[in-house]
C-alpha cells in the first residue's frame, strides 16, 4: 500500500523518549477496550497510541482497531501500513530496540499477530514502511543505516532484501506497487523525489528545494502516477503530483500541505492528504477528486489524512486530528463527514486502513 511522511514524523517524536528513560510510565488503555468504531463496521484500522507523562511522550503502542474493539501489539512498536488478504491481516513497521535508546529500531511484519523481524545489514536502524500483497508473495520497503550513518532505501520480497540506493546519500523508501511482478517503490534520495522501477531509478525532481514521494501507481502502461510534496523558495510545502515527469501543485503557492496517497476508482483519480483551508487557516484533512480538493471533517480544528480505501461506493479515510482535549489523537473519515476518534483524548495516528471482507 502506501507509506506517508508520517512516518518520519512519528520517527522524530520518539527520539523524545530516550530523555525520558527513568520515569515511571503512564499506562496506556488496555486491550480490547471498547472504541467508537461501529460494531457492523468491516474497517480495519492500524496505527499507534502514546502514553504520556508531562506532556512528553513516555511509550508508544502499534494498535490495531477493528469493529468495536482494538488489539494493543508489543509496547514500543509503531504500525506503518496493513493488508488484508481473505481473512489474515499483514502489518508492517518498526519495533524500537532499547527504551534508553529511542532512535534504535527493527524493521518487522506482522500476520495475524505474529511478527517477523526483516533481516537488515544494519544492527540498530531499520524501518518498514510499506507492505504489499501479491500473488501470495510479500513485499515490503522502507530503509536502512549504514555504517557511515547514510540510510539506505531498500525493499524485501519474501524477507529477501534488495538494496536500491548506493549508501552514498540519505534515501527512503516510502511506498511499494507490484504489477505483474514488477515492482516499483517510491521515496527520496537526496532530498529529491524519486522513484525506483526495479532497479531503474527516476528522479522526478531537482533544484536546491526538498521533494518527496509518498504513494504511487501505474496509472496504465506508459503512465506512472507519483503524489507527495515539494518545498518552495518560501518555506512552504506543497502538495503535488507528477504523470511520469510532469508535476503539477495541487493547491496555491501560499497554501501548504502534502499529498500521501493516490487511488484509481472507476475513472476517477483520488489524492488524499491535508491542504490549509483558507477560511481558516487551519491545515486540513482531505482528497483531490480529479485534481478539485475536498476537505474532510471538522473544519474548526487540525487534522491530518494518511490512507484510505473503498468500499463499494463508500469512501473511508484515517490519519489523526486534534480532539478536544488538546491532543492529536488516531482518527478517521467516511464519506469525509465528520471526524470519527478511534481512541478520544489519547495521543496516537492511524497510518492505515482497509476493508475486511
Same mark, same amino acid.
Given at each position: 500500500?502506501?507509506?506517508?511522511?508520517?512516518?518520519?514524523?512519528?520517527?522524530?517524536? %520518539?527520539?523524545?523518549?530516550?530523555?525520558?528513560?527513568?520515569?515511571?510510565?503512564?499506562?496506556?488503555?488496555?486491550?480490547?477496550? *471498547?472504541?467508537?468504531?461501529?460494531?457492523?463496521?468491516?474497517?480495519?484500522?492500524?496505527?499507534?497510541?502514546?502514553? %504520556?507523562?508531562?506532556?512528553?511522550?513516555?511509550?508508544?503502542?502499534?494498535?490495531?482497531?477493528?469493529?468495536?474493539?482494538?488489539?494493543?501489539?508489543? *509496547?514500543?512498536?509503531?504500525?506503518?501500513?496493513?493488508?488484508?488478504?481473505?481473512?489474515?491481516?499483514?502489518?508492517?513497521?518498526?519495533?524500537?530496540?532499547?527504551?534508553?535508546?529511542?532512535?534504535?529500531?527493527?524493521?518487522?511484519?506482522?500476520?495475524?499477530?505474529?511478527?517477523?523481524?526483516?533481516?537488515?545489514?544494519?544492527?540498530?536502524?531499520?524501518?518498514?514502511?510499506?507492505?504489499?500483497?501479491? #500473488?501470495?508473495?510479500?513485499?515490503?520497503?522502507?530503509?536502512?543505516?549504514?555504517?557511515?550513518?547514510? +540510510?539506505?532505501?531498500?525493499?524485501?520480497?519474501?524477507?529477501?532484501?534488495?538494496?536500491?540506493?548506493?549508501?552514498?546519500?540519505?534515501?527512503?523508501?516510502?511506498?511499494?506497487?507490484?504489477?505483474? #511482478?514488477?515492482?516499483?517503490?517510491?521515496?527520496?534520495?537526496?532530498?529529491?523525489?524519486?522513484?525506483?522501477?526495479?532497479? #531503474?531509478?527516476?528522479?522526478?525532481?531537482?533544484?536546491?528545494?526538498?521533494?518527496? +514521494?509518498?504513494?504511487?501507481?501505474?496509472?496504465?502502461?506508459?503512465?506512472?502516477?507519483?503524489?507527495?510534496?515539494?518545498?518552495?523558495?518560501?518555506?512552504?510545502? +506543497?502538495?503535488?503530483?507528477?504523470?511520469?515527469?510532469?508535476?503539477?501543485?495541487?493547491?496555491?503557492?501560499?497554501?501548504?500541505?502534502?499529498?500521501?496517497?493516490?487511488?484509481?476508482?472507476?475513472?476517477?483519480?483520488?489524492?488524499?492528504?491535508?491542504?490549509?483551508?483558507?477560511?481558516?487557516?487551519?491545515?486540513?484533512?482531505?482528497?483531490?477528486?480529479?485534481?478539485?480538493?475536498?476537505?474532510?471533517?471538522?473544519?474548526?480544528?487540525?487534522?491530518?489524512?494518511?490512507?484510505?480505501?473503498?468500499?463499494?461506493?463508500?469512501?473511508?479515510?484515517?490519519?489523526?486530528? %486534534?480532539?478536544?482535549?488538546?491532543?492529536?489523537?488516531?482518527?478517521?473519515?467516511?464519506?469525509?463527514?465528520?471526524?470519527?476518534?478511534?481512541?478520544?483524548?489519547?495521543?496516537?495516528?492511524?497510518?492505515?486502513?482497509?476493508?475486511?471482507?
Amino acid at each position: 500500500m502506501k507509506s506517508k511522511q508520517a512516518t518520519f514524523r512519528l520517527l522524530a517524536l %520518539l527520539i523524545l523518549l530516550s530523555l525520558l528513560a527513568c520515569t515511571k510510565l503512564k499506562k496506556v488503555k488496555e486491550e480490547n477496550e *471498547t472504541s467508537i468504531v461501529p460494531a457492523t463496521a468491516k474497517v480495519v484500522i492500524a496505527g499507534s497510541r502514546y502514553a %504520556l507523562q508531562s506532556n512528553n511522550i513516555v511509550n508508544n503502542v502499534s494498535t490495531l482497531w477493528e469493529g468495536s474493539q482494538f488489539t494493543s501489539y508489543p *509496547t514500543m512498536s509503531n504500525f506503518t501500513d496493513l493488508e488484508i488478504v481473505g481473512s489474515d491481516r499483514y502489518a508492517c513497521g518498526f519495533k524500537r530496540l532499547s527504551f534508553n535508546n529511542s532512535n534504535t529500531f527493527t524493521a518487522i511484519y506482522w500476520k495475524n499477530g505474529i511478527s517477523v523481524t526483516l533481516p537488515s545489514s544494519s544492527a540498530d536502524y531499520s524501518v518498514a514502511n510499506a507492505i504489499w500483497l501479491d #500473488q501470495g508473495d510479500v513485499y515490503i520497503c522502507g530503509e536502512e543505516r549504514n555504517s557511515q550513518g547514510k +540510510l539506505v532505501a531498500v525493499y524485501w520480497k519474501n524477507g529477501v532484501k534488495t538494496t536500491l540506493s548506493n549508501g552514498a546519500v540519505n534515501a527512503l523508501a516510502k511506498a511499494i506497487y507490484v504489477d505483474n #511482478q514488477e515492482v516499483y517503490v517510491a521515496g527520496e534520495e537526496d532530498n529529491h523525489a524519486v522513484y525506483w522501477k526495479g532497479a #531503474q531509478r527516476y528522479q522526478l525532481d531537482f533544484g536546491n528545494y526538498k521533494s518527496s +514521494l509518498n504513494n504511487l501507481l501505474k496509472q496504465d502502461a506508459s503512465t506512472v502516477l507519483t503524489v507527495g510534496y515539494k518545498d518552495t523558495i518560501n518555506s512552504v510545502r +506543497l502538495p503535488v503530483r507528477w504523470n511520469n515527469f510532469t508535476r503539477k501543485e495541487l493547491t496555491a503557492l501560499t497554501y501548504s500541505g502534502e499529498a500521501y496517497q493516490v487511488l484509481n476508482k472507476k475513472s476517477d483519480t483520488y489524492i488524499f492528504g491535508y491542504a490549509t483551508n483558507p477560511s481558516t487557516s487551519l491545515e486540513q484533512a482531505c482528497y483531490w477528486k480529479n485534481d478539485s480538493l475536498v476537505y474532510m471533517g471538522n473544519s474548526a480544528t487540525s487534522s491530518y489524512c494518511y490512507n484510505a480505501c473503498f468500499d463499494g461506493e463508500d469512501l473511508y479515510a484515517c490519519g489523526e486530528a %486534534l480532539h478536544s482535549s488538546g491532543v492529536y489523537s488516531a482518527a478517521y473519515w467516511k464519506n469525509k463527514e465528520a471526524t470519527v476518534f478511534l481512541s478520544p483524548g489519547i495521543v496516537g495516528e492511524s497510518q492505515a486502513i482497509a476493508i475486511a471482507k
